[in-house]
């Protein structure tokens, strides 16, 4: 069995960690719009959890970083308590989402900053995104079954906008702790991005939208043109990431009502009605939803990668996915 995902946030590499015991081989699109150069370094938070957990080294209690990682550096660089500042940025992909390191607002770990020089190397001695990304998949050890994929080569930056005025995402979500009431989100640069050509292959396969924020995990890649016309000739499934009205983790529902979309799992499938096959949704959510596509009602909860790979095996299922793809 071949599968796509679509990844962005920690909700999906959670899945990630039960489905890679599930499939033959597997591809991950992943979300870029979270991306900084952060003290000198583009930093691709979404696509290295995906990498850290296929490669078997994710803090599996954050989901984002590397088990018993150390944090000299980063100690060091935030030792003066100033705050956060951008600057202008001459590295490829710095555009709008550049960060000086004095104050450095990202909790980077020493391992974890080794592989952002990696792909900083890569990318300023002018290799693509993807390839950069292919670099660092390789310096991981992960396993060749796997493809980790950037939903473009080009930059594009998630910009909330707030009553002080419009901040990249990592700034409003990290260094203000999310708490600038939000007005609106939008894209920067994603009207001059393109999918590259791996995306678009990795978008015939069947495609599994994980448990995800469907405005600033999916959004940006939904933003990126070719993208969503891939989706609606794809057989897709999304897992919603509500239970019992909530999320399970993050700031998906203040961000789904800023942009219009009813902050529960009717406002996941309205985000992705155009192209959507196979709703899952956690047992709790499976009331009166009204919506044109089958839906599967479970239990989506992921405290172990034995809940993974079951639910992984679940959506494969409802997708009638076989050894033919």
């Known amino acids: 069995?071949?599968?796509?995902?679509?990844?962005?946030?920690?909700?999906?590499?959670?899945?990630?960690?039960?489905?890679?015991?599930?499939?033959?081989?597997?591809?991950?699109?992943?979300?870029?719009?979270?991306?900084?150069?952060?003290?000198?370094?583009?930093?691709?938070?979404?696509?290295?959890?995906?990498?850290?957990?296929?490669?078997?080294?994710?803090?599996?209690?954050?989901?984002?970083?590397?088990?018993?990682?150390?944090?000299?550096?980063?100690?060091?660089?935030?030792?003066?308590?100033?705050?956060?500042?951008?600057?202008?940025?001459?590295?490829?992909?710095?555009e709008e989402r550049a960060f000086g390191g004095d104050g450095e607002f990202m909790r980077i770990g020493d391992r974890d900053r080794a592989l952002h020089v990696v792909r900083t190397s890569a990318v300023d001695s002018g290799a693509s995104l993807t390839e950069a990304v292919q670099r660092c998949a390789d310096w991981l050890d992960v396993d060749e079954r796997f493809t980790v994929l950037p939903m473009t080569d080009d930059a594009v930056s998630t910009y909330v906008h707030t009553?002080?005025?419009?901040?990249?995402?990592?700034?409003?979500?990290?260094?203000?702790?999310?708490?600038?009431?939000?007005?609106?989100?939008?894209?920067?640069?994603?009207?001059?991005?393109?999918?590259?050509?791996?995306?678009?292959?990795?978008?015939?396969?069947?495609?599994?939208?994980?448990?995800?924020?469907?405005v600033t995990s999916l959004g940006p890649m939904l933003s990126v043109a070719g993208l969503r016309e891939a989706l609606r000739e794809a057989r897709v499934a999304a897992v919603s990431p509500f239970v019992d009205g909530e999320v399970v983790s993050g700031p998906a529902a203040e961000l789904m009502e800023a942009v219009g979309l009813p902050p529960s799992t009717e406002g996941v499938y309205r985000a992705y009605e155009d192209f959507l096959d196979v709703l899952v949704v956690d047992g709790s959510e499976a009331g009166d939803i009204e919506v044109d596509c089958t839906v599967v009602a479970t239990d989506t909860i992921l405290e172990r990668r034995e809940d993974a790979a079951r639910l992984t095996r679940e959506v494969a299922a409802a997708l009638d996915l076989s050894n033919t793809y």
């Open 1 to 94: 069995m071949s599968v796509t995902f679509l990844s962005g946030g920690t909700g999906t590499p959670k899945l990630l960690d039960g489905a890679m015991q599930e499939v033959d081989e597997l591809s991950v699109v992943c979300n870029t719009g979270d991306d900084v150069v952060l003290s000198g370094n583009l930093v691709s938070p979404d696509v290295d959890s995906v990498l850290y957990t296929l490669a078997g080294e994710i803090d599996r209690d954050t989901w984002w970083g590397v088990e018993r990682d150390s944090y000299h550096t980063h100690e060091a660089l935030t030792q003066s308590g100033r705050r956060v500042e951008r600057v202008e940025s001459q590295r490829p992909l710095g």
């Open 163 to 214: 009553p002080e005025g419009p901040m990249h995402f990592q700034r409003w979500w990290v260094a203000e702790d999310g708490e600038p009431p939000v007005e609106d989100v939008d894209f920067h640069g994603a009207g001059r991005a393109g999918a590259t050509e791996a995306v678009e292959a990795a978008l015939q396969q069947p495609v599994v939208v994980g448990p995800s924020n469907p």
